[in-house]
């Protein structure tokens, strides 16, 4: 299994409004990324995730808040987003150590 | 600090006709280079990848050199398809990095 999954596909959200971006994978993947793409421009990094633990915060603004239970799942919490935050957002995994990173399908966040 | 450069697009070909995505980097010392694909509507798919100098990558009919002398990982594939439309990433990651240094993409229509 080298599949990433993320849902929802798409959201829809009010600027006052919480949800969360949920992402998986059952790789044994300990590396945990979530990256923000806007179209037509290459994904930026937002949060990476070591073992479990918060490695490296891109200076994302706090109405962003991730989260990673357990080694498999890893949660994006939104609150009190702006319209510009409306893009992509990726997870991606990676074996520490290795190369490749492998990415999820996405979602498509709207935020009115 | 690292970057990658990928040349502009859109690149637009007809079906069968010879590719050439071209991308150079700046690094310190020997990074990992890797071409991602990103299809319509969908996250980002490793494509290939090369770990260390003269290394060729390949997947799918599709090469790429880590060339050091020129700092460039050029991606190449002789008959292209219509299939092959999207947008290619070049990227690199420094060994033992968690961040990956994306270019800012290629675009790519192949037409029938």
């Known amino acids: 299994d080298t599949e990433v999954t993320q849902t929802p596909k798409h959201l829809v959200m009010g600027m006052t409004n919480k949800k969360s971006l949920k992402c998986e994978q059952h790789m044994g993947h300990r590396a945990m990324y979530w990256y923000k793409q806007k179209a037509k421009k290459p994904p930026e990094l937002m949060f990476v995730y070591s073992y479990e633990k918060l490695s490296i915060n891109e200076s994302v603004p706090s109405r962003f808040s991730p989260e990673c239970p357990n080694s498999s799942l890893l949660n994006l919490h939104l609150h009190a987003l702006q319209p510009e935050d409306s893009a992509l957002y990726l997870c991606?995994?990676?074996?520490?150590?290795?190369?490749?990173?492998?990415f999820g399908p996405g979602t498509r966040l709207t935020v009115t | 600090g690292n970057s990658v450069t990928q040349m502009e697009g859109p690149v637009t070909l007809s079906e069968e006709a010879f590719l050439t995505i071209n991308c150079t980097y700046t690094?310190?010392?020997?990074?990992?280079l890797f071409w991602y694909v990103q299809y319509p509507g969908e996250g980002l798919q490793l494509l290939l990848k090369a770990t260390k100098a003269d290394d060729k990558g390949s997947n799918k009919g599709f090469e790429a050199t880590y060339r050091k002398e020129t700092t460039s990982f050029h991606l190449e594939k002789g008959s292209v398809q219509v299939s092959d439309s999207a947008v290619y990433f070049c990227?690199?990651?420094?060994?033992?990095?968690?961040?990956?240094?994306f270019g800012a993409g290629t675009r790519l229509f192949v037409k029938a």
């Open positions: 690094a310190t010392g020997y990074p990992s």
């Open positions: 990227a690199l990651r420094q060994a033992g990095g968690f961040k990956t240094i």
């Open positions: 991606a995994s990676r074996a520490v150590g290795e190369n490749e990173q492998y």
